[in-house]
């Protein structure tokens, strides 16, 4: 049987004088739950390229600090809170009037954001919506001004699972509004097409992983000023709901620069100095050896790693201000201790931790106890005690954590390995520091528990030594989880809504989702977080499309095996591209996700009621128009509804577009022309 064990030795107070003592020495102290794309009017809006973000709507949060997080993989690479106020935006990070990326948490870093870091808000820990960043911008070159004058033409990429119906490209230029009226060209998914308020034509084609955007003015100076703008916007979202909004929106912004949006922003990963820790250390009876233990330096994510640490032990000057001896060592990034042999003689010397990142050296590391030093003769043990305890008999005790906690000033550390946590008076080489903000994880099974060894160091040195053996709960181990059951789905044009029974001891679920055959997992992108809801809706898919997803239950002990696939097809995406009248002419012309079927071209009619415009009654000659296959490499099908006779004899305002396979899209402005 294995027996539990507690030893306390008594060792006579360390004479020291001068600074904050630690152990007997003086101290220089130092001057990533997930949710889903949002429904309008609610929005997270992404501008990557200047490490941006902007929360729009979550008015029925005006007032709550909400929590910002970009996540890249399973790592949190940026946070901040802000409070949500009233009006169209909530609030904005790294943008002037917002607030820094670090605001209300403690990572204090810009976050470089990249295609497929996952942004999402939370209140009270609970998410609220997420965007994934997509992998569509402009480049590698600026918009070009064409041999002819008047054509300019903006090419990009689209990466894995950017939907190519759901872009517009933009360029901005406040010298565009006496030349076309407004301060902007759009292009969108089409054939050239008029702008609404005329003076160029443009359009937007895909082929393959790339896009191609083209205007052609009707004025050369348009034309000029368009190309020589430097910025080219291009727009990319997830979902496109019923009423044309576009949510999980990512705005890329060829030519703009990242990092800190405005003064007091934190830095840039790769401007942040080498972090600090935290430090103790004990010195031995013989006042020959000092120990010194610290926690691992951790980077902020993307920042230079940690190559080692300085250790130093300054000696009191002679005089003021006079030089100061000192005895130290270099070690290597995986070392959390060092050793340093030291002149007795000597009382207070002043300790020094730092992290180095290559040849950069960080701020000095801050004691984890500021305690004064005890009175010469104190032999009275500190207090050591395991939370929870560990067993009277030897046997394993079930947790997920265990706690570690002493008197005032006393320094902690542990093994988890079975090995010895003291040699003589000192922490043995493999004894860890313990951080009380990070409980010690039971990594134990009942065939196999984890045996975990701790002392407690008080200022004088006396120690107290304790140990037990852990093991986690059945339900915490790998296998303790069942796959969940209920597993259905609800399409919609671009999104699935899916919903399951929970799954008992599981504190989080995570859907996958596939392509039609069930085997191939989409995109990352793609892909929804981890949720810790029985439901979630997964978006940025195609419309009229077959998909499977699966379920998997999680917690600390892994995963349940994956869930019983269900199959959703999504139903019919429409859109009109453009929708023109003159007199004697009015044609709509547009795409649909289906393969075949027929659409309807009807009027746009205000509800007296609700104010809402609704489809009204159809056009006569636009009925039942059949929809074509589109020309490859599109999918889908196309229309073009023409009529030269029975035209309106004015301007019908807004149209609809209804098709026989149940999809809509409208209300849509008329142009003249």
């Not at 996700?593 to 009621?609: C, D, K, Q, W």
């Amino acid at each position: 049987m294995w027996n539990r064990r507690t030893t306390t030795i008594r060792v006579g107070a360390l004479s020291v004088s001068g600074l904050m003592v630690v152990g007997g020495l003086a101290v220089v102290l130092g001057g990533p739950a997930s949710a889903a794309v949002p429904s309008f009017p609610d929005n997270v809006v992404v501008f990557p390229d200047r490490d941006f973000v902007t929360i729009e709507g979550y008015q029925d949060h005006i007032g709550e600090t909400a929590t910002v997080e970009v996540t890249r993989g399973a790592t949190v690479v940026g946070s901040a809170q802000g409070v949500v106020a009233e009006g169209d935006v909530a609030f904005e990070i790294n943008h002037p009037g917002g607030v820094c990326w670090g605001n209300g948490t403690s990572l204090k870093v810009t976050p470089d954001i990249r295609a497929g870091d996952k942004v999402t808000i939370k209140f009270a820990g609970t998410g609220a919506g997420d965007t994934t960043v997509a992998d569509a911008a402009v480049g590698p070159d600026h918009a070009r001004l064409g041999a002819d004058g008047v054509t300019v033409t903006v090419t990009g990429h689209l990466g894995a699972g950017v939907n190519p119906a759901q872009l517009e490209q933009r360029i901005v230029n406040p010298d565009l509004v006496a030349l076309v009226g407004r301060r902007d060209v759009r292009a969108v998914p089409g054939p050239l097409t008029p702008a609404p308020r005329g003076g160029y034509r443009s359009g937007l084609a895909v082929d393959g992983t790339t896009f191609t955007a083209t205007y052609v003015f009707d004025d050369p100076a348009a034309a000029r000023t368009t190309a020589g703008t430097g910025i080219e916007r291009l727009m990319s979202w997830q979902v496109e709901d019923a009423a044309a909004n576009r949510q999980g929106l990512t705005i890329a912004e060829f030519g703009e620069f990242g990092g800190p949006g405005f003064g007091g922003c934190p830095a840039g990963p790769t401007d942040q100095p080498p972090p600090a820790g935290s430090f103790a250390a004990v010195r031995s009876a013989d006042k020959t050896k000092l120990q010194v233990s610290w926690t691992p330096a951790t980077p902020v994510p993307d920042a230079a790693a940690v190559t080692g640490y300085d250790v130093e032990a300054l000696a009191p000057a002679a005089t003021t201000g006079g030089p100061r001896a000192t005895t130290g060592t270099r070690v290597g990034a995986s070392t959390t201790s060092a050793t340093l042999t030291v002149d007795p003689a000597v009382t207070d010397y002043a300790l020094e931790v730092r992290a180095l990142s290559g040849v950069r050296l960080g701020d000095p590391f801050t004691p984890t106890s500021t305690t004064p030093p005890p009175a010469p003769g104190d032999t009275t043990v500190p207090q050591l005690a395991l939370a929870p305890a560990p067993a009277a008999d030897g046997s394993a005790v079930e947790a997920t954590t265990v706690r570690l906690t002493s008197e005032t000033g006393a320094d902690l550390y542990y093994t988890t390995d079975g090995s010895s946590v003291v040699v003589g008076d000192l922490p043995s080489d493999t004894a860890r520091l313990y951080d009380p903000t990070k409980p010690i994880a039971v990594t134990g099974t009942a065939a196999a528990p984890m045996e975990l060894h701790a002392v407690a160091f008080d200022r004088a040195g006396n120690l107290t030594v304790d140990q037990g053996l852990y093991k986690l709960p059945v339900v915490a181990q790998p296998g303790g989880l069942t796959a969940p059951t209920g597993l259905a789905g609800t399409p919609g044009t671009t999104s699935v809504a899916l919903t399951w029974a929970a799954t008992p001891n599981a504190t989080s679920y995570v859907v996958t989702a596939y392509a039609a055959d069930g085997t191939t997992p989409l995109p990352a992108a793609q892909q929804p977080g981890e949720t810790t809801r029985t439901s979630q809706t997964v978006g940025n898919l195609g419309g009229s499309t077959a998909y499977q997803f699966s379920v998997r239950a999680v917690n600390a002990g892994g995963s349940s095996p994956e869930s019983a696939k269900v199959r959703v097809v999504t139903t019919e995406s429409v859109t009109i591209t453009t929708a023109k009248w003159k007199a004697g002419d009015f044609r709509v012309i547009g795409t649909s996700s289906a393969t075949s079927g027929t659409v309807t071209v009807l009027r746009a009619v205000r509800n007296t009621t609700t104010g809402v415009l609704e489809p009204g009654t159809a056009f006569t000659g636009m009925v039942n128009q059949p929809l074509t296959t589109a020309v490859p490499p599109a999918t889908g099908t196309t229309y073009d509804v023409r009529l030269r006779t029975n035209v309106p004899t004015t301007n019908p305002g807004q149209v609809f577009v209804r098709s026989s396979n149940g999809g809509q899209a409208g209300p849509f402005t008329v142009a003249n022309g």
